[in-house]
């Protein structure tokens, strides 16, 4: 079963629980070092009350143990199955400041997409496996990552964005400089089995965006220059959405390459 008041605060009295158990150590521990200084110097009264304050504190231990582990009653794969434990993203971010936006299987926080993989007790940031599920750690985890900004390198998502278009085209038989969709670019840029599991929609409309932001739309000695087609398209199946760096949520639907200087 899972804590019906939510993930966050069953981690929360947990930690409260054991933070008693480790107050009753150290104690546990002084009495320990008294009965041992007691029988090193043959002061056996000392010994023996340092002996039976130790047995107390052992048992008194014990049930602060058991019940931080009876506290502890969370089905965690139920809890991450679940939309709760999203949900408790959610907001949690809300509370810290923080935007992120659910977008199917997937919380986008610019500039991470975080997926919850609950048999694998489990989170993945941009590919990386996280363990740390509670939700306000994850959710400074994910504005540290804001703070530190994206590693993207614009130049080589072009090309691919120009080679994904050329194909697009020519299979739709449109002519150069035509506006196609993005879907459709995504399409053949994971024809490969299992590509579009490995690189997904929304890592696909987070690297637009990022591109976007950067400003580049020729590369050296392509004679082509990116112009992203909007219009009503954004109101039209097939759009693609992402988180802006504001936090706002963020949308592509075509593109066109012309050719440079043939506007």
Do not use: N
């Not at 000392?46 to 502890?72: F, K």
């Not at 709760?84 to 997937?106: C, H, K, P």
């Not at 590509?195 to 929609?201: G, H, I, L, R």
Request: charged share 25%.
């Amino acid at each position: 079963m899972h804590q019906p008041d939510g993930f966050e605060a069953a981690l929360a009295r947990t930690e409260s629980d054991l933070g008693s158990a480790a107050r009753s150590t150290a104690t546990l521990l002084r009495e320990l070092r008294r009965a041992r200084t007691a029988a090193s110097l043959g002061q056996v009264r000392d010994l023996r009350r340092a002996l039976d304050g130790a047995q107390e504190l052992t048992q008194q231990l014990a049930e602060q143990v058991e019940q931080a582990r009876q506290g502890y009653a969370v089905d965690e794969i139920a809890v991450l199955s679940s939309g709760d434990y999203r949900q408790e993203l959610l907001a949690a971010a809300s509370a810290a400041g923080v935007s992120m936006f659910e977008e199917d299987e997937r919380l986008l926080c610019y500039p991470s997409l975080v997926r919850v993989l609950p048999a694998e007790l489990a989170l993945d940031i941009d590919r990386r496996r996280e363990r740390r599920l509670r939700p306000s750690v994850v959710v400074e985890l994910l504005a540290a990552a804001q703070r530190r900004g994206p590693r993207f390198r614009p130049e080589p998502f072009l090309r691919s964005l120009l080679s994904g278009y050329e194909l697009v085209t020519a299979q739709q038989h449109k002519a150069a400089g035509a506006v196609v969709r993005l879907l459709d670019v995504y399409g053949v840029l994971t024809l490969l089995p299992g590509q579009t599991k490995d690189y997904s929609k929304q890592e696909f409309a987070r690297d637009l965006y990022l591109l976007d932001q950067s400003g580049l739309t020729a590369l050296v000695g392509a004679g082509r220059r990116l112009r992203w087609a909007a219009s009503t398209g954004t109101r039209q199946p097939g759009v693609l959405t992402t988180v802006a760096r504001s936090g706002q949520q963020q949308r592509y639907w075509g593109i066109a390459f012309e050719e440079v200087g043939g506007d």
